[in-house]
């Protein structure tokens, strides 16, 4: 009935002046699932498109599968560490207004700049911006502090070179510093 990823907090690195976010080493990627009836157990299947970096990075395609069965099993130790290791909710980190406002740009695609009302968590602050259109490639932002108040500019283009309509709801902001990290969903207008 329902699939939630939760994403255990990414860490940063520069390789060759470009910010990087990803995970180093091994990945416990814990899945929430929830089954259309309780009777019965669920028949996992899935095509997973990852990145593996060093000096460049490579694209790898893999299938899953899997039957799960009814009932609980025994707790894994490495997927309550990869829990315990997500980004808080906006509500946890008590953050404030969360506004966006977006202008189309002269030679296509979106600017979006993202103002988020937040205590500073760490050294280093990044937001990363994702939507909920895979058709959509999102730039690396370009973030600053200013008191209590974090903004992020970022350009959207589509894939396909052609216009397209923003959900806002489905935008997803993540700061990440050198020390917590925080997971906004969805950015209102200014």
């Not at 990803?22 to 019965?40: C, I, N």
């Not at 974090?150 to 283009?157: F, G, N």
């Not at 935008?171 to 207008?189: E, F, K, N, Q």
Request: aromatic letters at 2%; a negative charge.
């Amino acid at each position: 009935k329902a699939v939630e990823i939760i994403w255990p907090t990414p860490q940063q690195t520069m390789t060759s002046g470009l910010r990087t976010i990803g995970y180093e080493h091994d990945l416990v990627l814990p899945v929430r699932l929830t089954p259309d009836r309780a009777d019965r157990p669920i028949s996992l299947a899935a095509d997973i498109e990852i990145g593996l970096c060093s000096d460049i990075c490579v694209p790898v395609q893999m299938e899953a599968a899997l039957d799960l069965p009814l009932g609980a099993g025994e707790r894994d130790p490495r997927i309550a560490a990869a829990l315990a290791a997500r980004p808080y909710a906006a509500e946890e980190a008590g953050v404030g207004r969360v506004a966006c406002t977006v202008a189309p740009l002269a030679g296509g695609g979106m600017r979006l700049v993202a103002e988020i009302e937040m205590t500073q968590m760490g050294a280093q602050e990044m937001v990363v911006v994702e939507t909920d259109n895979p058709q959509l490639w999102v730039a690396q932002t370009e973030t600053r502090r200013s008191g209590q108040t974090l903004q992020a500019a970022t350009e959207l283009h589509h894939v396909a070179e052609q216009g397209f309509m923003l959900d806002r709801s489905g935008l997803r902001l993540t700061v990440l510093s050198t020390g917590d990290a925080v997971d906004i969903r969805g950015c209102p207008a200014n």
